[in-house]
C-alpha cells in the first residue's frame, strides 16, 4: 500500500475521479462534470494505490487560514474493512499538518460517524441532508 499525493490532472487524478463517481456519486444518480472538478485544482489529492491502481482516496479544501475539509472519502468496493480508510485518514491528517493546517472538519455520511469517531472526530451540530443522504459536521483538532 502506498499512499501519496496525487497532482491534479494527472492519469492518477483520473483514476481517483472514476473511483469517486463509481462508489459516491452513481449509487445517488449523480455525475461530476467539469466545474465540479475545476473547483479541485487547489485541493490536496491523496491516493492510496498498490501498484498503479488506485485502491482509495479523499481530498483536503482549504476552509480557513489553519482548516481544511475532508471530502470525497472513498475505498474501492470490496476493499472496505481492510484498513485503507484509516490509512487514507491518517496520512490525510499528516499532510494536512505538514501544510500547516490545525483542524479537520467534514460533512460526513451517517453511516460512517462511527468509523470517524474512532480516529477521534467529534461529531457537532444537528444530522442534515446533503445529496440527499443524511450528513453530520464532524471534527478533528491536529
Do not use: W
Request: hydrophobic share 40%; proline share 2%; charged share 30%.
Amino acid at each position: 500500500m502506498a499512499l501519496r499525493v496525487i497532482d491534479f490532472g494527472s492519469k492518477e487524478y483520473q483514476q481517483m475521479v472514476d473511483l469517486r463517481n463509481q462508489i459516491l456519486r452513481k449509487p445517488l444518480g449523480l455525475s461530476f462534470n467539469e466545474e465540479d472538478l475545476a473547483r479541485e485544482k487547489d485541493d490536496i489529492l491523496i491516493g492510496c494505490f498498490d501498484d498503479a491502481v488506485l485502491e482509495g482516496c479523499c481530498l483536503l479544501t482549504k476552509t480557513a487560514p489553519k482548516e481544511v475539509r475532508l471530502r470525497q472519502m472513498a475505498v474501492r468496493s470490496g476493499l472496505q474493512g481492510k484498513g485503507i480508510g484509516r490509512a487514507l485518514m491518517q496520512f490525510a491528517e499528516n499532510v494536512a499538518y505538514d501544510f500547516g493546517y490545525r483542524k479537520i472538519s467534514m460533512h460526513a455520511r451517517k453511516t460512517a460517524v462511527g468509523f470517524y469517531e474512532k480516529l477521534g472526530y467529534t461529531a457537532t451540530g444537528d444530522e442534515f441532508l446533503e445529496v440527499s443522504i443524511p450528513h453530520f459536521l464532524m471534527e478533528k483538532e491536529l
